[in-house]
């Protein structure tokens, strides 16, 4: 198998969780102890916008309290060393690879620290609580929503992400169900496309069976070796 020269990075919840950050389906499908349908769908933000508003004002208030575990670390600094291309996807609406240090890095799903206008598509950062009476900066209208792609939403870049698989010759998934679409279908469409795939997760997930490879372990064990690995390959 030659050396990669091309990759997409796909990372879940399973990363972040070693950070601290609760995964999205905890013990009775409940997420922070509350029903996705309570909190991540539009209807529910149009049914009761203050509890949506609150929950994620809690999650972005609950940033400054975790860090970069060393798998954010690792790829960080796979990003910084490798000379091709790369892309690292994120299902992940924390800022922990950014604060790692990653720049080629695309946020599928959202960020807990941007606000979206409703009424015009402005995404702007913010960082403080979002209250309802809060007015976009683009169109002065007060109907900014929390910048999440809630489920029944388009993920973010999804034209940019797929021309990224099409162009891959190596494609990994860290820390990810293999549940929640498109996500899980990367892998599928990345082999189409020519690319070896390799995934490294706590256990095995939905979709382990189109991977090359599997590497079972806690994800600030085995990226980090990875990583050492890949650029070890660099000449």
């Known amino acids: 198998m030659p050396n990669p020269h091309n990759i997409v990075i796909l990372t879940g919840a399973g990363v972040s969780a070693e950070s601290g950050i609760a995964t999205f389906r905890g013990p009775g499908g409940l997420w922070e102890g509350h029903r996705v349908e309570e909190v991540c769908t539009p ?5 009761d916008p203050v509890l949506v508003h609150r929950f994620y004002d809690a999650r972005r208030a609950a940033l400054a309290t975790v860090a970069p575990n060393p798998a954010h670390l690792a790829l960080a600094r796979l990003d910084a060393a490798w000379p091709g291309a ?3 996807v994120t299902q992940n ?4 690879h950014e604060r790692a240090g990653a720049r080629r890095l695309l946020h599928m799903h959202g960020e807990l620290q941007s606000a979206l206008c409703a009424a015009c598509g402005t ?5 403080a609580a979002l209250p309802q009476t809060a007015v976009c900066s683009g169109c002065g209208t007060a109907a900014l929503r929390p910048d999440i792609v809630f489920f029944g939403e388009m993920p973010y870049a999804m034209d940019r992400i797929e021309r990224a698989l099409g162009e891959a010759d190596l494609f990994v998934s860290i820390g990810t169900s293999g549940a929640v679409y498109p996500a899980a279908g990367f892998v599928q469409s990345a082999r189409y496309a020519g690319a070896r795939t390799l995934e490294l997760n706590l256990e095995r997930s939905a979709g382990s069976g189109y991977f090359h490879e599997t590497r079972l372990g806690p994800a600030g064990e085995l990226v980090p070796v990875w990583v050492d690995e890949l650029l070890a390959t660099i000449s």
């Open 43 to 47: 209807q529910a933000l149009a049914r």
């Open 86 to 88: 790369l892309l690292i």
């Open 93 to 96: 609406v924390d800022d922990l």
């Open 123 to 127: 995404r702007a950062a913010w960082t």
